[in-house]
C-alpha cells in the first residue's frame, strides 16, 4: 500500500505545483480535484453505458474500458485526499475505512428482507 501512497502523494505534489502556477489558491485546487473524481465517475458511468450497449449508435465497449475508469476515480480520489490532508491521508484513510466497514463486517451474515409479494 504504502508503494501506491508514495505514487499518490508524488501526483499530489505535481497538480500542486501546477495549479499554484495558476495562480490558484487552496480552496480552488481543492474544489477543482474534487471536481476532477465527478468527471472519472462520469467516464466510469459512460463506460458502463457503452459495456451494456444502451446507446444504438455506438454498439458496445468491452467491460474494461469500464475497470479502467473505475480505477480513475480512485485514483483522483485518493489524490485528492493526498492534496487536502498531505501529512496523514494514508492513515487518515485507514481510520475512515475502519469506522465506515465496521457496521458491515462487524455485525455477521448480512440479512436480505425477502422481496414484496406482488399485489
Ligand atoms: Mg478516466
Known sequence: MHGIWDTIHRLARRF???????GLNQDEQWSLQVLKIAEETGEASQAVI????INPRKGTAPWEDAHAEVADVAITALVALAR???????????RHLAA???KFLLSGPASVP????PA
Open 50 to 53: 457503452g459495456a451494456r450497449g
Open 114 to 117: 425477502a422481496p414484496a409479494e
Open 100 to 102: 465506515k466497514s465496521a
Open 84 to 94: 487536502m490532508r498531505p501529512d496523514d491521508a494514508a492513515e487518515y484513510l485507514d
Open 16 to 22: 500542486n505545483e501546477h495549479d499554484a502556477a495558476l
